[in-house]
């Protein structure tokens, strides 16, 4: 468990101690971890996530939030889970047994080609998106993820430095017209998989820079 970037261990394999809001370390070495279940929470009611939608989760770790996902969408919805590592994606493809209606694919899910969805949700901080994602989504369809920027940077707290990107959960909507873009809060995230380029991190740090985030 990790509480404010400090690590404990539980006593036992009771499954009790990780119902708190912790990050859950999936893998120390490359520091990732399953994310705040409160942070999540709060997305989630901000996607308004409806019954049978098509949902893409990129970097769906072990399925945890997958499956949440799976829940809230009903037995109707059509849910692909795509995760890098593959490990982490045969641990979620069986955990997700239980849902007949999600897909694990193990590949690089920010170059994958996406089919019509509803919802794009990426676990893993980016620079930018691939233009397929915004190309892919059905109309009222809604990509959430964190644009940040890539770096080392303190911990919260203090004592250590941490790898990975700061930035802001960006909530993106197809409208009739175009396109709705805004942000939903600040956040730290571990970087995707050749979702940064330095001189697109470069822009973006300038842009942070010039204004308080509160427009994108």
């Given at each position: 468990?990790?509480?404010?970037?400090?690590?404990?261990?539980?006593?036992?394999?009771?499954?009790?101690?990780?119902?708190?809001?912790?990050?859950?370390?999936?893998?120390?070495?490359?520091?990732?971890n399953?994310?705040?279940?409160?942070?999540?929470?709060?997305?989630?009611?901000?996607?308004?996530?409806?019954?049978?939608?098509?949902?893409?989760?990129?970097?769906?770790?072990?399925?945890?939030?997958?499956?949440?996902?799976?829940?809230?969408?009903?037995?109707?919805?059509?849910?692909?889970?795509?995760?890098?590592?593959?490990?982490?994606?045969?641990c979620?493809?069986?955990a997700?047994?239980?849902w007949?209606?999600?897909?694990?694919?193990?590949?690089?899910?920010?170059?994958a080609?996406?089919?019509?969805?509803?919802?794009?949700?990426?676990?893993?901080g980016?620079?930018?998106?691939?233009?397929?994602?915004?190309?892919?989504?059905?109309?009222?369809?809604?990509?959430?993820?964190?644009?940040?920027?890539?770096?080392?940077?303190?911990?919260?707290?203090?004592?250590?430095?941490?790898?990975?990107?700061?930035?802001?959960?960006?909530?993106?909507?197809k409208?009739?017209?175009?396109?709705?873009?805004?942000f939903?809060?600040?956040?730290?995230?571990?970087?995707?998989?050749?979702?940064?380029?330095?001189?697109?991190?470069?822009?973006?740090?300038?842009?942070?820079?010039?204004?308080?985030?509160?427009?994108?």
């Amino acid at each position: 468990l990790k509480a404010d970037f400090g690590r404990r261990q539980t006593p036992d394999a009771d499954p009790a101690h990780v119902y708190q809001d912790v990050l859950i370390p999936l893998d120390e070495q490359k520091d990732l971890n399953n994310g705040s279940p409160s942070l999540w929470a709060e997305l989630f009611d901000v996607l308004n996530i409806r019954p049978g939608e098509r949902i893409v989760h990129i970097g769906g770790g072990r399925g945890y939030y997958t499956a949440i996902m799976a829940e809230i969408a009903g037995p109707n919805s059509n849910i692909v889970c795509i995760e890098i590592e593959q490990r982490l994606a045969g641990c979620a493809r069986e955990a997700l047994r239980p849902w007949p209606q999600v897909e694990v694919v193990e590949g690089d899910g920010f170059h994958a080609p996406l089919d019509h969805c509803d919802i794009v949700v990426l676990s893993a901080g980016v620079s930018h998106f691939p233009l397929s994602w915004v190309l892919a989504l059905q109309p009222n369809g809604r990509i959430m993820l964190p644009l940040t920027v890539d770096g080392q940077w303190p911990a919260p707290g203090g004592g250590e430095t941490w790898k990975g990107g700061w930035g802001q959960i960006l909530l993106v909507t197809k409208r009739e017209n175009g396109f709705a873009a805004r942000f939903v809060r600040p956040c730290g995230f571990t970087n995707c998989v050749g979702g940064h380029v330095p001189e697109i991190d470069e822009r973006l740090r300038k842009a942070f820079a010039r204004n308080d985030a509160k427009q994108v």
